[in-house]
């Protein structure tokens, strides 16, 4: 009984019973808003009992209130099994050899119909059994890292990874592609940026926004790109492919310290932040929007630097912050603070004290702008500069979650300040830039004549 009803209880139960339906039939449901066809699902344990579960043809899901059923008939039985086999990776000599790292998140999941979430459960192995199209790129080698969601990634991660990435390069692989939920992708983004230096081949991140068993999803052609690009692509930097528009015209490469996730939930969710993307990817062609970027190169040599100090903090200053936020974090024995301030690099006089007392006790505060374009000034206004006397250091323009994985990478190879900000201020992979290009910065404000016109002109 339980193995027929899986998950079911109370009233969805009794109208399981009542109709004679299995979980995993072929079902059909008139209720008082309509008739419904497709495969009755497992229903989540912490999920309430007055609905059904129903995937409809189209691949989605839907919730049917038990209180508006009429009638409800079983018309076939299959039951199935949400997992992709793993398949052995074709090789072919005249192709690059690439080495896809799992992490885990969305890329590389599954729906857990026990829980109703999505878990991080598929191999690399199973997603070339998903996406076949990856064997006409390159010779794939897979191994899987981590199998966490983006969000439980951290320093020990970003080390083991660096170091994995470093002896695959070592062993002569042409390309690097790394599985990653989409949520912190930015911050290990910036962290193999600083970690991974001088690589000779591409190190790419990606992710998907939509699950795989969505019709939506954008899990096997984000990683058909990225594979393409680690394959194909003269940019031997650390980036993240993921959609350009939202649309599956494109994909874009974006540079690991100047990208950020800026929508919870569009397919095209990454953007280059105060500067442009480096290249466009397609299925079909790799096209450069910058000139500017390191080169692939034949010889094996890289520098990995896996270095990480984890008392390191963002702060998101507010109205009205309390000097408790700054002085708590100096009494748990934090040795840096990022803070993201207001405007040219702002905050309240209330924690003037309170910072002061931190970098008496040693403490490196730096100050990025929480408007993400532009650059930090200090010197404009009297409340920057006497930031800036009580020892907070401009960090140009970083963007605040690169400053603070840069600190943290910074304080885990020394305690002398000094030296801290000079690792800092001294751009290593366009964490800082000399300027903002000048198409580097564009939100468009819907609804207005001009932007609407040019809508108009484009696929969103």
């Not at 800036?388 to 960090?395: D, F, H, Q, T, W």
Request: charged share 20%.
């Amino acid at each position: 009984m339980v193995e027929i009803f899986k998950g079911y209880k109370g009233a969805a139960l009794e109208a399981l019973k009542k109709f004679n339906v299995r979980v995993w039939s072929e079902t059909h449901i008139a209720t008082m808003r309509g008739e419904f066809a497709g495969i009755l699902l497992p229903r989540s344990e912490t999920d309430d009992d007055q609905h059904l579960v129903l995937k409809l043809a189209n691949g989605y899901n839907i919730g049917i209130a038990v209180s508006t059923i009429l009638s409800m008939e079983e018309c076939g039985y299959k039951e199935a099994h949400y997992k992709i086999p793993e398949k052995e990776f074709p090789v072919s000599k005249d192709k690059p050899y690439i080495k896809l790292f799992g992490t885990g998140g969305t890329i590389a999941s599954r729906l857990d119909y026990r829980t109703g979430a999505v878990i991080p459960a598929f191999s690399p192995g199973e997603l070339y059994g998903a996406v076949p199209e990856l064997a006409d790129i390159c010779n794939l080698t897979t191994e899987k890292l981590f199998a966490v969601f983006s969000e439980n990634m951290g320093p020990d991660q970003y080390k083991s990874l660096a170091v994995a990435i470093g002896k695959e390069i070592e062993k002569g692989i042409d390309g690097v592609v790394i599985g990653h939920g989409t949520d912190t992708m930015h911050h290990t983004a910036s962290a193999l940026a600083f970690m991974v230096q001088n690589s000779p081949v591409p190190v790419i991140m990606v992710g998907s926004q939509r699950s795989s068993d969505r019709p939506s999803s954008d899990a096997a052609l984000n990683l058909i790109h990225a594979t393409k690009a680690a394959a194909e692509s003269d940019i031997a930097e650390v980036m993240v492919c993921m959609f350009g528009p939202t649309s599956d015209e494109y994909g874009l490469l974006h540079l690991g310290t100047r990208v950020r996730k800026m929508h919870s939930s569009y397919r095209s969710t990454f953007r280059t932040v105060g500067d442009i993307p480096l290249a466009m990817v397609d299925r079909n062609t790799i096209t450069p929007l910058k000139n500017n970027y390191n080169r692939r190169r034949k010889d094996r040599n890289v520098s990995i630097q896996p270095y990480f100090e984890e008392k390191v903090a963002l702060v998101y200053y507010y109205p009205n912050m309390q000097p408790d936020m700054i002085d708590s974090l100096v009494e748990n024995g934090y040795r840096g603070i990022v803070i993201a301030g207001t405007g040219l690099g702002h905050v309240n006089k209330p924690l003037y004290p309170a910072i002061e007392r931190a970098t008496r006790a040693g403490v490196a505060i730096y100050m990025t702008v929480q408007t993400l374009w532009g650059y930090v000034h200090m010197f404009v206004y009297d409340t920057g500069r006497d930031l800036m006397s009580k020892g907070v250091i401009p960090a140009e323009n970083m963007l605040p979650e690169v400053a603070y994985i840069k600190l943290g990478w910074a304080l885990g190879q020394t305690e002398d300040l000094e030296k801290v900000k000079e690792i800092m201020l001294t751009p290593i992979c366009s964490e800082i830039t000399e300027r903002e290009t000048p198409n580097g910065y564009l939100i468009l404000q819907g609804g207005v004549p001009e932007v609407e016109r040019f809508l108009k002109t484009i696929h969103k």
